[in-house]
């Protein structure tokens, strides 16, 4: 089992950025894709959008400054 809780508090502290449409969709994708791993959903396509999203987040933190 993995254990989001640290993609979960980077994911917290973006809420007092002023993110773009973009990223703050990019964010919910990559929510979604947590929530789906945490119930147990392991199929190809889960494990590629948390992958993907965390990709994705590491961008945002870089731009941001997070």
Request: charge should be positive; include cysteine; proline fraction near 2%.
């Amino acid at each position: 089992e993995v254990d989001f809780s640290h993609v979960k508090n980077v994911i917290k502290r973006l809420e007092y950025f002023n993110l773009t449409p973009n990223d703050k969709r990019q964010v919910k994708e990559l929510e979604s894709a947590i929530i789906s791993a945490e119930k147990g959903v392991c199929d190809l396509k889960t494990k590629e959008s948390v992958n993907e999203g965390l990709g994705c987040l590491l961008k945002i933190m870089s731009k941001y400054g997070v």
